[in-house]
């Protein structure tokens, strides 16, 4: 890491940060000239297609490709064959570890097919009818197993095993038989016994979540150029190039330096864009062709193959005291993991209850696999899920003991210092400025009409820190250009050119940032857990703290000055004090005009481990109006608070809460993937995977909480992820508030309301 | 120098540490936590880099050894996610 340590802020007050300048990326995504994953067409290149499983579950006897390899434009075909092994470990960087093992077989099946879709085989030739027409051609002869999709009937002892070698980790003796769960996890403090003995009142249900696919607008594609020398470039939509360039070398057994990956525009992935599916099958088949290979899925691919969240069946129990202490928190949270171990459990067990300080407390989470897609992040993954048990738990306590919902989060709100399942102790503020904001929102206090309800729900998230790099290059005419390696999801090039600008002391329209590929600028992890404002930002701002170190330097040598004698404020170098002489202050353009002369281009980088990143916190209302007659549930109002630490562009911030709204909504009312009996996926399309739509939505209002974070340069915390954690525990709740009739299951949707108001 | 307390997990502890969970340590640094836990079981420091993620008096970090450690701050080893 540079030293940058005798570099203070060039600025007392914020020019940029906080403002709303336009987005740099508007005008190509505006005229449609904004290049996504699959726009991109090289001289030469030719189509990819995946043959996907037509069976949940089989046993893949054998394949022959023959035919397909004969067909006139078939130019190669792939299976995992072409693959080599991987080792059965788990290994990988930041906070998640992956098992190549199971990687390799999602990408490609091996042994047996594990869930409808799943790819086992590819073919690419010069067109995609004759790519579709070679795959029909793939003869691939199954004995088909019996199957099982739900979580519950998974753990059952007579469920058909997905590996039949999979003795549950975590439990101690191990067991001697094999099954579904992958992973039992036990977190716990204090005595919960102790504190439901004390308690006045004990509220404990079983719940279920469906699951639910991110449902990005842009279907995943990508573009592979392997030449005869073994090097490699990838052009892919994803939410991190290195993650692809890193996944992509491992998959395929080569080094990293011989992969260079360029993002293209990205059209969505909360989270569903930090794995692979397509880079290593698109790769191979390049090799394979020695011609640049485009694969991209189809909107029914992209639901069949590639991964949801996971849906789950969770137990929770919460006593209170008369008063609205939480003396107890207790809760079993069983997480479909797909076909693949790795669900989002542990991330649900540990954030069920950590807004709040509860001194007995305990989570058992399970890792659950079934004949499903593997599941994949999903804004805040597994937070939401639990949230939605804990928080419609915490609601009827509320009830029973008559206190207002917000009033009892207020009681019991964490706080620095609050204990927290997963161990340390919370080292941040934020939530009980959430609940405050909304105790004291006008809306609170609307009077509602028949039919109609208010719900409260808050959220936590950890929020992501980690590797990032940033390189910033000052032009001739003192134009900037800061360039990182993080895919712009949710506006990072505005953020990251405010904070280059707010360092700088210069005009944002000076500022030009971009995303650079993997040869382009340092490794930077994906844009994902809410890191980028936060690990990015601090690259970029230590970058440009280097570069005015640098400007300092030049301006002492043109005045013959020390470069201590020199300091940097709004844009220009000036003398420190009268002592160190009479000179007119230079300013970034005079300086870059004379960078030759001075010693040459001024670029500087800076790569960073950011840790200490804040958590975020959430509170939510709204207020529903349900129809008896039709079950169905209309949003009226919807208010959401979050301590955003501090945002760098506010219009991003709210477009990023209103983003988790809406897909909360989506998940508490509408979303579920429905399998028929032989367990295939009979919704597989936005038609019939209903996604909320701009007419079911009231106004969002978003309320910015700014609880500064002293660990980056300018109190950034994530803000993308923990606005999903609470709108379906309180759309429940506002429901229950409607009608009287609590639902325990997602979504609740118009049947659902229907058959409980019935009962 | 007041020496910093180190924590893991119960599952944790239970595969390397022989079930103890806490342990005091001197260290300015955490690779100098990271010695101190490898030199008292020979083979923990990779399972600490690989397998952990870190708090330090609550803040979170990637497990490494640049992170500095206050006197006699926490330091807690989590465990990292299971993604795939």
């Known amino acids: 890491m540079n030293d940058v340590s005798n570099v203070s802020d060039s600025?007392?007050?914020?020019?940029?940060?906080?403002?709303?300048?336009?987005?740099?990326?508007?005008?190509?995504?505006?005229?449609?000239?904004?290049?996504?994953?699959?726009?991109?067409?090289?001289?030469?290149?030719?189509?990819?297609?995946?043959?996907?499983?037509?069976?949940?579950?089989?046993?893949?006897?054998s394949i022959d490709t023959s035919a397909a390899e004969k067909l006139p434009g078939v130019k190669a075909v792939m299976t995992a064959a072409d693959l080599p092994q991987q080792k059965f470990d788990y290994i990988g960087p930041e906070r998640v570890a992956v098992n190549f093992w199971h990687v390799t077989r999602n990408i490609m099946a091996r042994e047996k097919v594990l869930y409808e879709g799943h790819a086992v085989a590819a073919v690419a030739a010069t067109s995609n009818s004759i790519a579709e027409e070679a795959c029909a051609l793939i003869k691939v002869e199954y004995e088909v197993l019996p199957h099982v999709i739900d979580v519950d009937e998974a753990m059952a002892e007579d469920a058909p095993l997905l590996f039949e070698d999979m003795i549950t980790r975590g439990v101690e003796p191990a067991p001697t038989k094999p099954s579904n769960i992958s992973k039992v996890l036990t977190f716990a403090m204090g005595d919960v016994a102790k504190g439901f003995a004390e308690s006045d009142v004990v509220v404990e249900h079983e719940f279920k979540t469906a699951a639910v696919h991110q449902a990005y607008i842009e279907p995943h594609a990508c573009v592979a150029k392997f030449e005869a020398d073994g090097q490699c470039e990838i052009w892919s939509s994803s939410q991190g190039h290195f993650q692809m360039r890193a996944l992509t070398a491992q998959i395929m057994g080569v080094p990293l330096g011989d992969l260079r990956v360029t993002p293209a525009e990205i059209g969505g992935g909360f989270g569903g864009k930090t794995v692979t599916y397509l880079e290593p099958v698109a790769a191979t088949l390049s090799k394979k062709a020695g011609l640049p290979v485009r694969v991209m899925m189809s909107r029914e691919e992209v639901f069949r193959a590639s991964g949801p969240t996971s849906g789950a069946s969770m137990w929770v129990k919460i006593g209170v005291k008369n008063d609205g202490t939480i003396m107890a928190a207790d809760g079993i949270y069983k997480f479909q993991a797909g076909a693949f171990p790795?669900?989002?459990v542990m991330n649900g067990c540990l954030c069920a209850y950590a807004p709040y300080d509860i001194p007995n407390q305990r989570a058992i989470g399970y890792d659950v696999v079934s004949n499903r897609p593997k599941a994949a992040a999903y804004r805040a993954p597994g937070s939401p899920i639990a949230a939605f048990a804990v928080e419609s738990v915490l609601d009827m306590c509320a009830k029973k003991i008559g206190m207002d919902p917000l009033a009892l989060r207020h009681k019991n709100a964490c706080r620095i210092g609050t204990p927290t399942l997963s161990g340390p102790k919370h080292a941040h503020a934020g939530y009980i400025e959430?609940?405050?904001?909304?105790?004291?929102?006008?809306?609170y206090q609307v009077k509602l009409g028949p039919n109609q309800g208010r719900g409260v729900a808050s959220g936590y998230w950890f929020n992501g820190g980690g590797e990032s790099s940033a390189t910033l290059q000052i032009n001739a005419d003192g134009t900037v250009l800061i360039a990182t390696g993080s895919p712009d999801i949710g506006g990072s090039r505005a953020s990251m050119a405010i904070m280059t600008a707010e360092t700088l002391g210069v005009d944002y329209s000076q500022v030009r940032a971009i995303v650079a590929d993997t040869a382009s600028v340092g490794y930077t992890h994906v844009t994902g857990g809410s890191r980028v404002t936060f690990a990015t930002g601090t690259a970029v701002v230590n970058a440009t703290k280097t570069a005015i170190k640098i400007l300092c330097e030049r301006a002492a040598l043109i005045w013959g000055v020390d470069p201590e004698g020199v300091v940097w404020e709004d844009g220009h170098a000036k003398p420190a004090g009268s002592n160190v002489g009479d000179f007119k202050p230079l300013s970034l353009k005079e300086l870059a005009a004379k960078a030759a002369a001075t010693g040459g281009p001024i670029t500087t980088s800076a790569g960073v481990n950011a840790g200490g990143q804040a958590p975020g916190f959430a509170t939510q209302f709204c207020d529903v109006e349900v129809d008896p007659e039709t079950g169905h549930v209309k949003i009226l109002r919807f208010v959401a608070a979050q301590d955003v630490g501090r945002a760098i562009h506010p219009s991003y911030v709210e477009g990023q809460i209103h983003g988790g709204i809406v897909q909360g909504i989506g998940w508490a009312l509408s979303e579920e993937y429905i399998y028929n009996s032989k367990g295939l996926l009979d919704n597989p399309g936005f038609l019939d995977y209903r996604c909320p739509v701009a007419s079911d939505l009231p106004m969002l209002d978003?309320?910015?909480?700014?609880?500064?974070?002293?660990?980056?340069?300018?109190?950034?915390?994530g803000v993308g992820e923990v606005c999903i954690c609470p709108p379906m525990a309180a759309i429940a709740n506002a429901i229950e508030a409607a009608t009287g009739k609590r639902l325990y299951d997602l979504p609740m949707s118009p049947p659902k309301v229907l058959e409980a108001l019935s009962a | 120098m007041k020496p910093a307390r180190v924590v893991f997990t119960a599952g944790f502890a239970a595969r390397y540490t022989n079930g103890v969970r806490e342990f005091e340590v001197t260290a300015k640094t955490m690779r100098d936590v990271i010695k101190a836990m490898d030199d008292m079981f020979p083979g923990l420091g990779f399972h600490l880099e690989e397998e952990t993620t870190l708090a330090i008096n609550g803040e979170y970090h990637e497990t490494g050894l640049f992170q500095p450690v206050p006197p006699g701050a926490e330091v807690f080893f989590i465990p990292r996610i299971e993604g795939g």
Do not use: C
Request: proline residues 12%; aromatic residues 6%.
């Open chain 1, 702 to 717: 978003a309320v910015l909480v700014e609880v500064p974070n002293p660990t980056h340069p300018y109190g950034a915390k």
């Open chain 1, 342 to 344: 790795g669900s989002p």
């Open chain 1, 434 to 443: 959430t609940v405050e904001a909304l105790m004291k929102h006008p809306a």
């Open chain 1, 11 to 61: 600025v007392k007050r914020f020019k940029w940060v906080g403002t709303r300048p336009i987005r740099p990326d508007g005008v190509p995504k505006v005229t449609g000239r904004a290049q996504y994953g699959a726009d991109l067409k090289l001289p030469g290149m030719i189509y990819g297609k995946v043959l996907r499983s037509p069976h949940a579950h089989a046993k893949i006897l």
